[in-house]
């Protein structure tokens, strides 16, 4: 499965940004697709995500402000983030994980989002 990335980038604090992640090759067709991120000193953690169901899952850091969608064609996923903060800067990977079939997961190179006045 390859994995495409596109926005990131340099926001002020209380801006919005949308992150979008297209899949293609080997894909089942039970699979989630979404978003984690990893700030410097820490742990890589959950954003959000959404499977080919459309149940989405979002981390309780970014409930309220960040919202997954897909465009069922294209097994692409965007996400919009809204009211960001400082603590939102991080590196933001896509993920991707087959649920049915091999099981295998993905994930994308990164993209920076910095949140800075």
């Known amino acids: 499965v390859q994995l495409v990335e596109s926005g990131g980038g340099l926001v002020q604090p209380g801006g919005s940004l949308t992150l979008s992640c297209g899949a293609s090759?080997?894909?089942?067709?039970?699979?989630?697709l979404g978003w984690h991120r990893q700030a410097p000193g820490k742990e890589r953690e959950l954003v959000a995500t959404?499977?080919?169901?459309?149940?989405?899952t979002y981390g309780d850091s970014v409930k309220g402000r960040f919202t997954i969608s897909r465009d069922y064609g294209l097994n692409t996923v965007y996400l919009q983030m809204n009211s960001l903060k400082p603590e939102d800067t991080a590196v933001y990977y896509c993920?991707?994980?087959?649920?049915?079939?091999?099981?295998?997961?993905?994930w994308g190179q990164g993209t920076q989002v910095t949140v800075s006045s």
């Open positions: 993920y991707f994980r087959n649920l049915a079939g091999d099981l295998a997961e993905y």
């Open positions: 090759g080997s894909i089942s067709w039970l699979y989630v």
């Open positions: 959404i499977n080919s169901r459309s149940s989405s």
